[in-house]
């Protein structure tokens, strides 16, 4: 897909300089860029998700309940 966008000149001088050194193609790196961005957020979205799950709502669990499932987990083999 081809996309146009604005970048800082300084910033497009700097891609371009490591597009060179890598010996790879500006839209490969711009590519590359965007994928690592990508998955760097999208793992806080999954960390953030589970905080929000065993985080708050683990402290409105029954007191047994809690003991239970806690005896459960550390005898599995993470």
Not at 12 to 40: C, M, T
Request: charged share 25%.
């Amino acid at each position: 897909m081809k996309t146009a966008v604005s970048i800082p000149n300084p910033l497009f001088n700097a891609a371009e300089r490591l597009s060179k050194r890598l010996g790879i193609s500006r839209s490969r790196l711009y590519a590359q860029a965007v994928e690592s961005y990508l998955n760097s957020h999208g793992r806080k979205g999954v960390k953030e998700a589970l905080d929000a799950v065993y985080g708050a709502e683990a402290s409105k669990l029954d007191g047994a309940l809690a003991a239970m499932q806690q005896a459960a987990i550390s005898q599995e083999d993470w």
